[in-house]
């Protein structure tokens, strides 16, 4: 089982850059493809980026494309999400997600862009 903790929500202006952090408990962090979804208000949740456990390689939705960077630290067991030039629509819960043969989430973290 897989335990993951959000941190470094907040509030920030249009144009501000924040860093979200995911802690994760667990021998096996290497073998689970990690993500960050998000969710606004009156909206479905839906994934910002993912990056997986075997080949490294990550994607990105649209809106997100050239503004954040998904990374992670296999030997921290942490997993981070640069987000840069936020926008008001970037407005969200931030969650984090560990998928392996199960799929554990994090409580999530609220992200405002506001000025």
């Known amino acids: 089982q897989v335990q993951v903790v959000e941190s470094g929500g907040g509030l920030v202006q249009p144009g501000g850059s924040l860093r979200l952090s995911c802690a994760a408990s667990?021998?096996?962090?290497?073998?689970?493809?990690m993500g960050w979804y998000r969710q606004a208000p009156g909206k479905q949740r839906e994934l910002v980026a993912v990056?997986?456990?075997?080949?490294?390689?990550?994607n990105y939705a649209d809106s997100v494309k050239g503004r954040f960077t998904i990374s992670r630290d296999n030997a921290k067991n942490t997993l981070n999400l640069e987000m840069n030039s936020l926008k008001p629509e970037d407005t969200a819960i931030y969650y984090c997600s560990a998928r392996g043969p199960a799929t554990y989430w994090g409580q999530g973290t609220q992200v405002t862009v506001s000025s």
């Open positions: 990056i997986f456990s075997v080949s490294g390689s990550r």
């Open positions: 667990g021998s096996t962090f290497s073998m689970y493809t």
